[in-house]
């Protein structure tokens, strides 16, 4: 199959069109583990998959983030600090961050700090959670307001960012003359994560990209519409706002291993049975995989985060370089 040839939304045929006519396939970036000696995880394994990330060719390292997910913590700034050391070029990714359960001016300096480590490579990608409601009760947040710091954090992060004396007063935060130094090598991109319309629209409103996850052809096609009209009414160029998927996979000689690994990993995570996710999640052989995220890039989709469920590290870092190249393939 051509999947160049396929009819593209409007909503977000810009972003398609520049890649097609650049010749390029979506940047692809592999989750690191955090670590946790408990588990079986060290934190130099940790670093090794993060040089290996670099030296295979991938475009990003991403990292996830909790505080208390049933118990498990990772805090994906920290993790992201320790990879900015051991690299020199690879884009540094949170995918998501749980900006709601942080105050922003912290979260502000912290940023700036690793952008600044890292050269100008950190790209933040944040979301609302929500998951384990007791995740934001143990960190004193009402879990029903998430939305809303979410919201007022992003705007607050921007100003901290770019100005001297920031003032702001909304509904969750309020602040008076707040300077932060150092400050970011750049406004760090702010990449919003999330399936629900409040998402898409934090995403146009105010979001440099967005990364959708379990989202079929037909849901992430509506998806760019409503980001695009929410850009188009906050003033803003849809076409400046990047779009991503982030999938969980396995990749293995048969579907069937693949599966057993892709399955155990999201269950063990979610505690929730593979069945509701195994339509969204691609899993195989890494030609398999890439035929099941190539038609994304029609739609737009400009990055690509890859969640791999393999044996070690270092093996998920591969698998995913693998994958990156039967993309390439599919789309030159």
Not at 29 to 38: A, F, P, S
Not at 182 to 204: C, E, F, N, T
Not at 247 to 265: I, L, P, Y
Not at 278 to 288: F, I, V
Request: charged share 25%; with cysteine; proline share 5%.
């Amino acid at each position: 199959m051509d999947y160049r040839k396929s009819i593209v939304n409007s909503a977000t045929a810009p972003a398609y069109n520049r890649a097609m006519a650049e010749n390029k396939a979506p940047k692809v970036g592999v989750m690191l583990r955090g670590w946790d000696i408990r588990v079986g995880t060290t934190g130099e394994m940790t670093l090794d998959a993060a040089r290996r990330a670099e030296a295979v060719g991938l475009d990003g390292i991403v990292v996830g983030d909790h505080v208390t997910f049933y118990g498990y913590g990772n805090d994906g700034l920290i993790t992201l600090t320790a990879a900015a050391t051991v690299t020199e070029h690879v884009e540094l990714k949170t995918g998501i961050y749980l900006l709601p359960l942080r105050h922003p001016v912290p979260v502000a300096l912290q940023c700036a700090q690793l952008d600044q480590l890292s050269a100008g490579r950190l790209v933040l990608g944040i979301g609302v959670g929500g998951e384990d409601p007791h995740e934001f009760t143990s960190c004193g947040v009402d879990p029903t307001t998430r939305g809303a710091r979410t919201n007022e954090s992003m705007q607050i992060l921007k100003r901290l960012w770019n100005e001297d004396g920031v003032t702001f007063q909304g509904k969750q935060f309020q602040l008076d003359d707040v300077t932060v130094y150092p400050k970011p090598m750049r406004s760090v991109p702010i990449y919003v994560g999330g399936r629900s319309d409040a998402a898409l629209r934090r995403a146009g409103r105010l979001g440099d990209g967005y990364t959708g996850i379990w989202q079929s052809l037909d849901r992430f096609r509506d998806a760019g519409e409503k980001i695009a009209a929410a850009a188009r009414e906050a003033g803003r160029d849809p076409a400046d706002v990047e779009l991503g998927m982030q999938f969980w996979t396995s990749v293995a000689e048969t579907r069937d291993e693949a599966r057993v690994r892709v399955s155990q990993g999201m269950e063990g995570t979610y505690r929730l049975p593979f069945e509701r996710f195994e339509k969204y999640t691609p899993y195989g052989t890494a030609r398999e995989v890439a035929e099941f995220i190539a038609p994304y890039t029609e739609l737009g989709v400009r990055h690509v985060n890859l969640i791999t469920s393999q044996d070690t590290p270092e093996e998920g870092v591969e698998r995913a370089a693998e994958i990156q190249v039967a993309l390439k393939e599919l789309l030159r």
